[in-house]
């Protein structure tokens, strides 16, 4: 059984900083392109950060870029977000999520964790 879940949301002040964990199972994070995604209250869901499968070159929306880093670790089979100098807009519900091509396309991402709440306080 595939799935994915997350870890590590929980409130924050603005500043501080934040590390998302995904724990993924039925298949291997290093064989698939990885992304986080964010929905905001009264908000569309947006692609946050990716990284595709060949290169395995990572990717970051212009809003979080310079303040968050994608990673995974092959061993754990598990996948990260560190989230730095944290801002009030970066308030979320985040995703992780798993699939073909590149891009931050939600489209090509088949498996979805159930996702984690991240609340930025000022």
């Known amino acids: 059984e595939v799935q994915l879940v997350e870890s590590g949301g929980g409130l924050v002040q603005a500043g501080g900083s934040l590390r998302l964990s995904c724990t993924a199972s039925g298949f291997s994070v290093e064989n698939y392109s990885i992304a986080w995604f964010r929905r905001a209250p009264g908000k569309e869901r947006e692609g946050v950060s990716c990284?595709?499968?060949?290169?395995?070159?990572?990717y970051y929306a212009d809003s979080v870029k310079g303040r968050f880093t994608i990673s995974t670790d092959g061993a754990k089979n598990m996948v990260y977000l560190q989230m730095n100098s944290l801002k009030r807009e970066d308030t979320a519900v985040y995703y992780c999520?798993?699939?073909?091509?590149?891009?931050?396309?939600?489209?090509?991402?088949?498996?979805w964790g159930l996702g984690t709440l991240v609340t930025v306080s000022s």
């Open positions: 990284l595709s499968l060949y290169p395995r070159t990572p």
């Open positions: 999520a798993a699939g073909l091509g590149d891009g931050l396309d939600e489209r090509r991402y088949y498996y």
